[in-house]
């Protein structure tokens, strides 16, 4: 009986050795599946997300070149609000200066007015010097009484001898 019984124990071992086999198998081809499985999962989520990825990324580009294009587009509003206020200031400004010019200066008939009486007194001054206008008259003495400046060395005229030359005439 230890013969066989230790056959059968060796060849409930033998079995089990061979079962536990059998599983070893199954679980490393469960396993190679497994991986193989995972391989081809991890390629589907890559692909997955590379896809979603770059629509999103496409996604960002358009609204980044929407945004670029509204920005040049408030820059030239702005810009043109710029130029219209720069320009409505210059011709207000302009238009203050001309229109204080006009009311400030003479016109052309006042000026051509004043050129003549110009004339006028300048021919004036001329025939007041022929007749004496650049003698020295000032008021002297206490009564400030009108004197003139005469020519010491110069003949007196007169009956009376009580004309004298005025100096400097």
């Known amino acids: 009986m230890t013969e066989i019984g230790i056959s059968d124990e060796a060849l409930k071992l033998g079995l089990l050795m061979e079962a536990a086999q059998g599983q070893q198998r199954l679980g490393q081809e469960s396993l190679d599946r497994l991986a193989a499985h995972t391989r081809e999962l991890e390629a589907v ?21 929407r945004a670029a294009q ?23 400004c302009s238009a203050i200066t001309v229109g204080e010019a006009w009311w400030m200066l003479p016109s052309q008939h006042e000026i051509s ?20 206008g650049s003698i020295d008259l000032r ?7 009108l004197c003139v400046q005469v020519d010491r060395h110069a003949p007196a005229y007169g009956a009376h001898a009580d004309y004298l030359i005025v100096k400097g005439y």
């Open 139 to 145: 008021r002297c003495g206490a009564r400030a009484r």
């Open 70 to 92: 509204s920005l040049q587009r408030l820059r030239r509003a702005a810009n043109l609000r710029v130029l219209l206020w720069t320009v409505s200031i210059a011709a207000v």
């Open 113 to 132: 007015a004043l050129r003549a009486r110009r004339d006028a007194l300048a021919a004036d001054i001329a025939r007041l010097r022929e007749r004496g």
């Open 45 to 65: 989520v890559r692909d997955e997300i590379r896809r979603t990825v770059g629509e999103e990324l496409a996604g960002v580009a358009s609204e980044s070149h």
